[in-house]
């Protein structure tokens, strides 16, 4: 029968895809993780890990063992923490793409940690394939992103949407403009997200369909830059809306309503299959919820996990 040990040597192989790392990482040798893993196989009667030019990659029966040491070694670190440290606060770890991220996480957060001192956060920002492999490493609980999930073993519900919105300062020639059309836009420069940006991919295209040229001036990793590149007056920033809210009511930054219609980015809690969820963890998953809701315009107190 496969034990706690077992699982913690193939959990921890699997993770650097590596015998010597995993090794290491456990203060083992590298033939007694050989061992463990040969073990598993014999007992079983399966193949974990087919191994091709000196690298491993997960058989099918692997990758279904994978998902349960996953589950069970996370599992297993939280007891161990819960039960060595019943005085201190729950930990929940959260993910967030970069726009949701540098917009309301921190709002969310610090809301739910004033109603509640039961628990303490760690965060994550990151671009949506980062967050989404330490999601699949069991490194995040759960994760706020708007770009897209690739992988099967993660489940996600949309919280609302928000609007992507092109915004000048003073600074530029069409903060003043009445009635900007798309054409006005052609050849001008661009303040944007790094390529593989959801909110860059929904604007390019959107820019293709009218056949509107736009030079990308600025491609930039952090919402934070855009905006200071657009207070500069160094080009119009394409953005969500959520991420200039307060900028727009002020009146430092103007949007250019150019589209016929909104170009919306949707906003989604993720989390792997089989998520263990804490009562902590439900109650801010549930919170969060209905901040970006409200936020959003779209209210969803529904959300059962």
């Not at 628990?119 to 995040?140: H, K, S």
């Not at 809690?269 to 936020?295: D, W």
């Amino acid at each position: 029968m496969i034990t706690e040990r077992h699982l913690r040597v193939f959990y921890e192989v699997c993770k650097y895809m590596n015998m010597t790392k995993a090794s290491k990482e456990l203060f083992v040798s590298q033939p007694a993780v050989s061992k463990t893993i040969h073990d598993i196989e014999t007992d079983y009667g399966v193949k974990l890990f087919e191994r091709w030019n000196k690298a491993l990659y997960l058989t099918p029966e692997g990758h279904n063992l994978y998902e349960y040491s996953k589950q069970v070694v996370n599992l297993l670190d939280a007891i161990d923490t819960s039960m060595r440290a019943r005085d201190s606060k729950d930990l929940i770890r959260v993910g967030a793409s970069i726009t949701i991220g540098t917009s309301i996480l921190s709002e969310i957060i610090s809301g739910y940690c004033r109603e509640n001192d039961s628990v303490r956060m760690e965060a994550l920002v990151d671009n949506t394939p980062v967050i989404e492999q330490a999601l699949l490493q069991g490194r995040l609980d759960i994760a706020f992103v708007e770009g897209r999930l690739s992988s099967m073993d993660i489940k996600s519900e949309t919280l609302g949407s928000t609007e992507i919105v092109l915004v000048v300062n003073r600074l530029h020639e069409l903060y003043s403009k009445e009635n900007v059309k798309l054409e006005d836009l052609d050849g001008m420069d661009f303040i944007v997200r790094e390529k593989g940006s959801h909110t860059r991919e929904i604007f390019a295209l959107e820019m293709e369909k009218y056949n509107i040229r736009w030079n990308p001036a600025w491609s930039c990793h952090n919402t934070q830059t855009i905006k200071n590149a657009v207070d500069a007056g160094l080009g119009i920033g394409v953005l969500s809306k959520l991420s200039v809210r307060k900028r727009l009511e002020s009146g430092r930054f103007h949007a250019i309503n150019v589209f016929d219609e909104p170009l919306e980015l949707y906003m989604r809690i993720a989390y792997t299959k089989n998520k263990y969820f804490s009562p902590n963890l439900s109650a801010f998953c549930e919170y969060a919820a209905e901040h970006v809701g409200r936020l959003a315009g779209e209210r969803n107190n529904n959300m059962k996990l």
